[in-house]
Each structure stands twice: as structure tokens, then as C-alpha cells.
T-cell receptor, first 112, second 113 residues
Framework: DSGVTQTPKHLITATGQRVTLRCSPR?????VYWYQQSLDQGLQFLIQ???????AKGNILERFSAQQFPDLHSELNLSSLELGDSALYFC???????????FGPGTRLTVL | GESVGLHLPTLSVQEGDNSIINCAYS??????FIWYKQESGKGPQFIID?????DKRQGQRVTVLLNKTVKHLSLQIAATQPGDSAVYFC????????????FGKGTTLSVSS
């Protein structure tokens, strides 16, 4: 158990819908990262927040957004969902901005 | 561009053998490398890391070797056990990319008893 929690574990929704994925980092960690894992693209970095502010952006679609709240938990919002958005979404956290990242168990999103 | 890749997509070994999983990276500016293990249905689990100022680091039953000359990283697992069966990813952090991990495609290790 890494100490990073993610909810929900599974999410099934329809195309065009909007969902919110939630992540709680390890106690004391200030950085939260979001990654997408699909069969064809592997693990891809989406976005990082550090102490409430966006720190780095990767291959995140404009339909996707994220935020980190004062209690340091983070949410990833996915809107106008498409079939191709079906994937595992992982959250990771680290103490600072360049430390070892520890991953949560992931949320499996299925878009029908 | 920068990329992290693995030499073999699958590796099959017998229980008790030593396993070696290889990874090649292309960005000479990368200064931090991590190996993760991912079991089916779970998130990547940290195994061991190494910074570019080192060429070897040992953990419990695992050793990571870094060869910066040929941009090669390897993970050695001693006395491989069935519980080691998983997908192994190497990841790098390159200065230009900030703090995002760049993952290779993974090697599936299968251990038979």
C-alpha cells in the first residue's frame, strides 16, 4: 500500500458525459501527478500540481482539467468523453517536486 | 526526442534464477531513473531508483545498474520468485521535462516454479 488513495476504483459511463476522479496523496506529500495508462500509449503523464498550483503539463487534452485543493487532494475532470478515453487513470504523489513518485491503485474508466 | 524503451517485451525465468531486465534511454540530460513493478489490476509500485551521479545501487534482492556512456539501465532481480511476476517499467526524469516521469513500454516477467 503506497498511501495514495483513489476513488472510484471503477467508472462506467457513456460518450459525451463528464466524470470526476479523486486522489488523496500520501500524508505530507505536496505534489500530485496524474497519468493515463492505455494499451496502445502506455503510461502517459497528464499534469502535475504542487501545493495547490499547476507545476507541469503533459499530453492532457483540453477536455480534461484538474485541480488541487487546500487539503492537497486532487481531482481530475474528464468531459465530453469519447470511447478512446477508456483507460486506467493513476494518481501519484511525492514529497516535493522532484522526488520519488508513489502511485495509487488507479481508476479504471470505461466509456461506452 | 526523449524516450525510454525496453529491449524485450517479455522475459520468462525459472524460480530461483536471476533475472535481468534492460532499458535504453535516449535523453542524455536525464538525471534520475526509477524502476516500477506493476501487478495486474494495481498501480505501479516503486522498486528502486538511481541518480545519474551513480552507476550502481542495491536494494533487497534488486540491483540497478546505470551505464551513461551507452544510455542503458538494467534491473537485476536475484533468486526470482513467483511473486516477482509482473510488468516492470523503467522511467526517467529529464531536466527539460521537469518532474514528469517518462515511462518505457514495460517488460512482462513470468516466473515459473
Amino acid at each position: 500500500d503506497s498511501g495514495v488513495t483513489q476513488t472510484p476504483k471503477h467508472l462506467i459511463t457513456a460518450t459525451g458525459q463528464r466524470v470526476t476522479l479523486r486522489c488523496s496523496p500520501r500524508s505530507g506529500d505536496l505534489s500530485v501527478y496524474w497519468y493515463q495508462q492505455s494499451l496502445d500509449q502506455g503510461l502517459q503523464f497528464l499534469i502535475q500540481y504542487y501545493n495547490g498550483e499547476e507545476r507541469a503539463k503533459g499530453n492532457i487534452l483540453e477536455r480534461f482539467s484538474a485541480q488541487q485543493f487546500p487539503d492537497l487532494h486532487s481531482e481530475l475532470n474528464l468531459s465530453s468523453l469519447e470511447l478512446g478515453d477508456s483507460a486506467l487513470y493513476f494518481c501519484a504523489s511525492s514529497t516535493g517536486s522532484a522526488d520519488t513518485q508513489y502511485f495509487g491503485p488507479g481508476t479504471r474508466l470505461t466509456v461506452l | 526526442g526523449e524516450s525510454v524503451g525496453l529491449h524485450l517485451p517479455t522475459l520468462s525465468v525459472q524460480e530461483g534464477d536471476n533475472s535481468i531486465i534492460n532499458c535504453a534511454y535516449s535523453n542524455s540530460a536525464s538525471d534520475y531513473f526509477i524502476w516500477y513493478k506493476q501487478e495486474s489490476g494495481k498501480g505501479p509500485q516503486f522498486i528502486i531508483d538511481i541518480r545519474s551521479n551513480m552507476d550502481k545501487r542495491q536494494g533487497q534482492r534488486v540491483t540497478v545498474l546505470l551505464n551513461k556512456t551507452v544510455k542503458h539501465l538494467s534491473l537485476q532481480i536475484a533468486a526470482t520468485q513467483p511473486g516477482d511476476s509482473a510488468v516492470y517499467f523503467c522511467a526517467e526524469i529529464a531536466n527539460q521535462a521537469g518532474t514528469a516521469l517518462i515511462f518505457g513500454k514495460g517488460t512482462t516477467l513470468s516466473v515459473s516454479s
